[in-house]
């Protein structure tokens, strides 16, 4: 059974950083695309980064290029979401999604496996 379970998330001043985890089990970890979405009360899920099954090949949303960093460590089945100068509008339940095709998409739907979501908050 496929599991992705994310943490990190709490409450940050703006301008603060937080560092996301999401540890991954029940899948063969380096042969899946990972991702990080964000989701806020009444609006869709939203891409934010992607990244290669090797780790060369990452993709991030126009918003938070500059200011977070994805990044995978195959040998502990985990993928990184580090965020720095955070703003408030970063505010949302973020999620980590897997999925065995190849590195390039940002569609959710094309994600077959889902965490549970940790919350991130940000203060102004």
């Known amino acids: 059974q496929v599991q992705l379970a994310e943490s990190g998330g709490e409450l940050v001043q703006a301008g603060g950083s937080l560092r996301l985890s999401c540890a991954a089990s029940?899948?063969?970890?380096?042969?899946?695309?990972m991702a990080w979405f964000r989701q806020v009360p009444g609006k869709e899920r939203e891409f934010v980064a992607t990244i290669s099954r090797g780790g060369g090949g990452t993709d991030y949303l126009d918003s938070v290029k500059g200011r977070f960093i994805i990044s995978r460590d195959n040998a502990k089945n985990t993928v990184y979401l580090q965020m720095n100068s955070l703003k408030p509008e970063d505010t949302a339940l973020y999620y980590c999604a897997a999925r065995l095709l190849s590195y390039g998409s940002r569609q959710s739907a094309s994600f077959s496996f889902w965490g549970q979501g940790t919350q991130v908050t940000v203060s102004s």
């Open positions: 029940g899948l063969s970890f380096s042969m899946y695309t």
